[in-house]
């Protein structure tokens, strides 16, 4: 707690903290988008095979005119199980061999269009959200050992720029294997960009106010979900949205020059000069010039003297589950972000309006993030680590239970439609009555007969 001493002599949540708190979180909100971009940039579009004389620009209306659209369709693709045109085969179940034509009703390029990731290859697209993911975990890997030996900021400023060039790049790839190494460098560079993001928040913060800065941090996270859900929604083409949201990062990477390092990482780290002047930038801007000219060289090493000592012990990644106490709260962490990165990268499965379904989501976190902020502080921790993870199991059990899929077979298994089909119609309801009650006529005929 010597470090916090001294945050109380500069101002612990003051002008200067608002300043590179206010660049900070819109970085949150610039760079969150990209973990889940590709709810929308490769989005599996409905599809059909290609066929001659139905998509070829040079047969104009089949010659003569004299058959329609869906009935060339027809004669030319089989019909499914649900008698619509079959996705992946051609007559006699022969794969497509000119290509597909796609459903561009929602979107009008993704991924999936631009390489035809569909049928045989449609495993591919799972292989692109995979390399994006082993880029996250490679990037906290490697995160908190290289922020702790180079510094938070120069970590911080070197991933913008890496994910800005790689997610650029992305959007130019000419084949599937670029993009997919080039979105690898990307998922590296982000968890690096918000980790150190919060340390550089909480960091400058006394501890009074790190719960609430915290919590504003996950909230711009918040905000950058309805950004780019409304971004989407405007720019129906892979290429240009995948352009829209990483080129702005040149421009954040540009600005945090500005921003300024920990100054408890700059003392601990054998650098208390430099760790001393940023202590004076802070305290100036605050207004506490005072407290400024009293900082000296001396105090901040007296103050520090424990701290000084302890950062000597070097520590490992190992260490971390060498502690019961933490391992298990790892776990525990492991748990509640394991459901909750599920729902966030497979929107589409939520609903066919994944425009609303992601806006939605980021609008619900505000109000949520602003309870939390007060549970925090007045009811503790552990307890809205409780009240907020049963709250998300309940609503994920319920979202399992109500899904729509699963209403047509229970209706089936009902007594009235069992081994029947649905009607579709008003007129099918009324002519099924008319039917089961002359069936009830008859077998009451034939009853009376042979007694």
């Known amino acids: 707690m010597a470090f916090q001493d001294l945050l109380d002599q500069v101002g612990g949540m003051g ?51 004299t058959l329609s659209q869906d009935t060339l369709l027809r004669i030319s693709i089989p019909l499914d199980s649900n008698q619509r045109p079959e996705r992946c085969h051609e007559p ?14 929602s979107f009008l390029s993704t991924t999936v269009t631009e390489w035809d990731l569909v049928c045989e290859s449609q495993s591919l697209n799972s292989v692109a959200k995979f390399f994006f993911m082993a880029g996250i975990l490679m990037g906290e890997i490697v995160c908190g050992h290289l922020a702790d030996r180079f510094g938070r900021r120069v970590l911080f400023t070197w991933s913008l720029f890496q994910l800005a060039v790689a997610e650029t790049c992305a959007a130019l790839a000419p084949t599937f294997l670029v993009y997919c190494s080039l979105r690898l460098l990307a998922g590296m560079s982000t968890p690096t960009i918000l980790t150190n993001n919060i340390l550089l928040i909480v960091e400058w913060t006394t501890p009074k ?21 409304s971004l989407a929604y405007g720019i129906r083409k892979w290429h240009a949205l995948q ?12 600005s945090s020059r500005w921003v300024s390092e920990s100054a408890r990482w700059l003392i601990i780290n054998n650098k208390p000069e430099e760790g001393l002047q940023k202590l004076k930038k802070a305290a100036r801007v605050n207004g506490m010039q005072t407290s400024a000219d ?63 379904v992601q806006i939605l989501i980021g609008a619900v976190n505000i109000p949520t993030n602003y309870v939390s902020i007060w549970t925090l502080n007045h009811k503790g921790r552990r307890i809205s680590l409780f009240f907020f993870a049963s709250m998300v199991g309940i609503i994920f059990m319920t979202i399992v239970l109500m899904y729509s899929a699963l209403l047509p077979w229970i209706i089936y298994g009902t007594s009235k439609t069992r081994n029947q089909p649905l009607p579709d119609s008003l007129q099918d309801i009324e002519n099924e009555g008319k039917v089961s009650r002359k069936r009830k006529q008859g077998d009451t005929s034939i009853k009376v007969t042979h007694f």
């Open 92 to 105: 006699d179940t022969e794969p497509c061999m000119d290509g597909w034509v796609y459903d561009r009703s």
């Open 294 to 356: 009293d900082l000296t060289m001396e105090a901040v090493r007296s103050t520090m003297k424990e701290e000084l000592k302890a950062a000597q012990i070097k520590r490992s990644l190992c260490d971390l589950f060498h502690t019961p106490n933490l391992c298990k709260r790892i776990c525990l962490l492991f748990a509640t972000m394991l459901p909750t990165f599920g729902l966030l990268l497979h929107l589409q499965h939520l609903g066919s309006n994944v425009f609303l």
């Open 15 to 65: 002008r200067f903290q608002i300043i590179q708190m206010a660049f900070l979180l819109l970085c949150n909100a610039m760079v969150f988008p990209h973990v889940i971009l590709e709810n929308f940039t490769a989005v599996k579009l409905g599809h059909r095979c290609w066929v001659h004389i139905l998509d070829n620009d040079t047969v104009s209306n089949n010659a003569n005119g």
């Open 243 to 254: 352009l829209v949201v990483s080129i702005p990062i040149f421009f954040l990477f540009i």
């Open 209 to 229: 106010y790190q719960a609430t800065v915290t919590t504003v941090a996950l909230l711009s996270s918040s905000i950058g979900q309805i950004i780019l859900g």
